[in-house]
């Protein structure tokens, strides 16, 4: 499967972004997926995840938790990143993740991967 993030750009603190996912190659309804992102000299760090088939089942980073919602709309072979009351911290690369498996939080655990897309929040 092969996926493709965007979405990202340049948001004051306190705004909103949503990122995209797109896949392509198999139909994506038979996979979990992730987010992740990534700062310079930072090991990628765990975003959010959502099951596979109605996406059911999510979890969080703590860090992240009640500020971002992760959605997949399986009839358009997308997942979203909605992003809302964000925070310098969370100036990163964003990088959707995919995978047979769902319940790690390990970036190592995601078979595919997009290509990153930059978020940068202003203070």
């Known amino acids: 499967v092969q996926l493709q993030a965007s979405g990202g750009g340049l948001v004051q603190a306190g705004g909103s972004l949503r990122l995209s996912c797109a896949a392509s190659?198999?139909?994506?309804?038979?996979?979990?997926m992730g987010w992740f992102r990534q700062t310079p000299g930072k090991e990628r760090e765990f975003v959010a995840a959502i099951s596979s088939g109605s996406g059911g089942s999510t979890y969080y980073a703590d860090s992240v938790k009640g500020r971002f919602t992760i959605s997949r709309d399986n009839a358009k072979n997308t997942v979203y990143l909605q992003m809302n009351s964000l925070k310098p911290e969370d100036t990163a690369v964003y990088y959707c993740a995919a995978d047979r498996s769902f319940g790690s939080t390990r970036f190592k655990d995601f078979r595919y991967w997009g290509q990153g897309t930059l978020v940068t929040v202003s203070s």
């Open positions: 190659g198999r139909t994506v309804s038979s996979y979990a």
